[in-house]
């Protein structure tokens, strides 16, 4: 397929390489071109202009926030004023609810068409096709786009006809993550400061009950206070939490645990933890314990 | 090894079980005796008092709380009265860290030995000797009663010297648990609101990041709303939470989404859910977006 | 003077009408016109669009929230382009800290003055001169302003130069006043439990350390469960919690109880209550204790 | 009245010294004796026992915890073996609402009465008998012991038959006024950090809506961060908070405000903050916005 990708950081880097090893023809656009320069090696044609990498049958967009995803797709030079009719854009970046539904009229009013397939992964995992998609949208434009997404992941979750569907869970999903971080962090706390060993203690909680990556991979960074260099850096955790918040603001659903993370990584960003990976609100609780 | 079990409850009678199929002589008491017989026919002794039940090596205690444990401990038909020199009390119970640390003294002051010995698993774990257990007390009482522990579980995890660490991490342990239980009552609130199915949801959470027992168990029991029967009862979640927060209290710890578990539950049993699931708290999440 | 006024709500009527009482040349502007008749018969001149109301020395905007100050002062017909250079936009809107800062901004590219003058009090506080008046801006222009602030209030509080800090100050009130609510909502449904009258309970409060007006007028309702006509609705209660979290989030200040006022707004707006006075919420403690 | 008074701090010198000044035979007992001489110069008889200042009609209490008055009721030289039939226990304590019932049917087995008669107000307000007094219990002995109420406050509240009523809504009173300390912290965090002097925010506050004494006092010790020397230590603070939620966790009254209060006193304490003014928890506040 011609797919234009758009956003090339880390995880849109990897997944435009899965799209070109999949053998799609792929036209690839950054802001700061240097980055696309290993996928042009690979094969990939350079776009100097977003309007470019819009021009075939669909177009991801892979960015940090919701104003970059606003700016590429409405701008003068935008996707939505250069993709074709019948074109669909792809939307991975996790962006609110809100713009995921002002998109779609957007697009529904220019005769193209939105899907959003946000992803669950690190960088690591995007790198080897093993993101998990969570895809939401037009049912027939979600099929054709099956080989694609087939390229970026080991999973395709297909949740609802409303693109924004799929937001929420990315969302959501990254809500529970969130969750996790500040109970291991009140749980490390309360048995360390009793006298028990934190990695001890998060070899037996993943070895019994708890035997899953996110309690791995993060209780590893927690009991061991390693919390720099970030992998997922706690100003874009806040800005996570802040989306969920206000989806369950316009939706009427109170989260309290979401309301006690926010805090949380507020704490944080206002005692110059804002470069640190979001997993260092865990260590907040043994800070209040007078231990971090 | 010869020795006792009080309490034969379904996790009591379960582990008294792996004991006689281990080929250990057990001594067997309960308050009510009935529950005694299915073991009496495997090959256990019935006791028609605690102190019979203390007339071995070591004496397993398996009861709902702190005055139960008490009780049998401390009364004049009594384990601290009745157990010999050097013979140990393995408590099971989940009980608190304080009731275990004036124990541990009790016992010293006896010439006894007190080891905390409380597992993670439910009732069809217990049966087939798949607990995990977390055992903590004076190192060379715990080597000597590691065949009775590998019969009931499988795997033990030495936490401490001081026997109340176990209890700690179970405490810790379960507070983790009811913090799943409220976040995915939160996750599955804003999801479901949004249009998304609570079962598919909880098939992307399971398939991904959530990959652990503690989230397919109850994701499950909350997906569905499926409360009762109960297989830990909400006034039982109400009273570890209790002990969590106590624990955090004598420690200096604060735990706040252990206060809001705690509100949960009391709103729970405010509102006539005392006998049903603990994982119950999740839905109120739902009822406060005026759902459930 | 030669003043302005639009936005004739409750408050906005009140405070015109205190201005023409003090002999001030006032005309008036309401979307909905038949609104400005009564001031009319007490001399106002009527305007017909907001460029008209704005043709003095001053024009004061007193509207529901951001998006209406935002209107009327950046629209065609708006304040912006209408205002004489050297005159001065008096907004006495609940509008958040943002807003208050690019209006700051964009009346001085326009040669103009921006100053904040939110009020502390209800209606009737306004019809009868007693208001509280909050005024940050320019101190010149504060200044020459006193006559009409004396005219409105009963007391005016100069907080600093940047008309933001009005705004933060009048949100911070709100959150105050939310706090009690929330606070005499626990304790109420604490005591009542208990077996005690909760108007006796509220008279002892308030004959004793918490003799304020805030807890007689709105503890007298909470103990009276009289939640409707709402004085205020729970709708704008909600919005102005969410205006000091955005306020506490863009200075990284955490608010742990303006979380919870949050939450409990979304609970009550999701279970019927958008139109309750926004005392309601501190029902909702007795309704989690099973009995409201 | 012929009446005993045993404890005497603070708050009992000033109470019993009003007694005194009313005429009234008094009997007083301290556990350090020294604290007696300045009552005993003004005409009280001093008493080497407990049992000594239960001879009379009545006799008052008024220690530091549960634990005291239970020691002084219940000992061998206690209340209830040497106080005579048809007497009256008074107990002015911040107690447990479960000892009160409790010491209400000891009392009442051997032929006494126990009446609850908590107090509001600092040591000044004992010393000029401005105390506010909260009594509860049998209504022919409240008569009876009008004459005694009216020593020692400016207004007794009677609010029930049954005593514990009154130590409910003494907690639930310490309890509102921990929500004022917290919910002040934030405000004064939120606008200190956007540019807004702390001391003419609470003069504006207190000049407006917040015309309360509670505001006023405590107001001060926080714009000012002056929590040394304690007037209340933190260490009584967070025993009132959590016998409030000891209360409500028996009524089943879930109590958010209060669990928050609970986290921040274990922090304070935690952090070294023991021994400073209850009011030093407002800081924590500003603490979590990078400014104390």
């Known amino acids: 397929m011609k797919v234009g990708f758009?956003?090339?950081?880390q995880m849109g880097s990897g997944m435009a390489a899965r799209l070109l090893e999949a053998g799609h023809e792929v036209t690839v656009y950054n802001r700061t071109p240097e980055k696309a320069r290993p996928l042009v090696e690979q094969g990939a044609r350079p776009a100097t202009s977003v309007a470019e990498a819009a021009g075939g049958e669909a177009v991801f967009t892979m960015l940090a926030d919701d104003a970059a995803v606003a700016t590429v797709t409405r701008g003068e030079d935008g996707i939505l004023r250069h993709l074709s009719k019948g074109a669909v854009h792809i939307s991975s970046s996790t962006i609110s609810?809100?713009?995921?539904?002002?998109?779609?009229?957007?697009?529904?009013d220019a005769g193209q068409t939105f899907v959003s397939a946000p992803v669950f992964g690190r960088p690591t995992a995007a790198a080897e096709g093993k993101l998990f998609?969570?895809?939401a949208g037009d049912s027939g434009a979600?099929?054709?786009?099956?080989?694609?997404?087939?390229a970026v992941g080991q999973r395709t979750f297909v949740v609802a006809d409303r693109p924004s569907a799929a937001n929420l869970v990315k969302l959501s999903g990254n809500f529970l993550?969130?969750?996790?971080?500040e109970?291991?962090?009140?749980?490390?706390?309360?048995?360390?400061?009793?006298?028990?060993?934190?990695?001890?203690?998060?070899?037996?909680?993943?070895?019994?009950?708890?035997?899953?990556?996110v309690y791995k991979v993060y209780g590893g960074l927690i009991a061991d206070r390693?919390?720099?260099?970030?992998?997922?850096?706690?100003?874009?955790?806040?800005?996570?939490?802040?989306?969920?918040?206000?989806?369950?603001?316009?939706?009427?659903?109170?989260?309290?645990?979401a309301s006690l993370l926010r805090d949380r990584f507020l704490t944080l960003l206002a005692?110059?933890?804002?470069?640190?990976?979001?997993?260092?609100?865990?260590?907040?609780?043994?800070r209040d314990a007078g231990q971090a």
Do not use: Q
Request: glycine share 10%; proline share 5%.
């Open 6 to 9: 758009v956003g090339l950081g």
């Open 97 to 108: 609810v809100e713009l995921s539904e002002s998109l779609t009229g957007d697009h529904a």
């Open 133 to 135: 998609v969570i895809a």
């Open 142 to 150: 979600l099929e054709r786009l099956t080989p694609l997404f087939d």
């Open 177 to 181: 993550i969130g969750s996790v971080l």
């Open 183 to 213: 109970a291991l962090g009140e749980a490390m706390a309360l048995v360390e400061k009793g006298g028990v060993d934190r990695k001890e203690y998060l070899d037996i909680l993943t070895s019994t009950l708890f035997n899953a990556p």
């Open 226 to 257: 390693r919390f720099a260099p970030a992998g997922f850096p706690a100003r874009l955790g806040l800005k996570d939490v802040r989306l969920a918040l206000a989806a369950g603001e316009s939706l009427r659903v109170p989260l309290p645990i």
């Open 271 to 286: 005692t110059g933890g804002a470069d640190l990976d979001w997993a260092a609100i865990a260590d907040l609780a043994s």
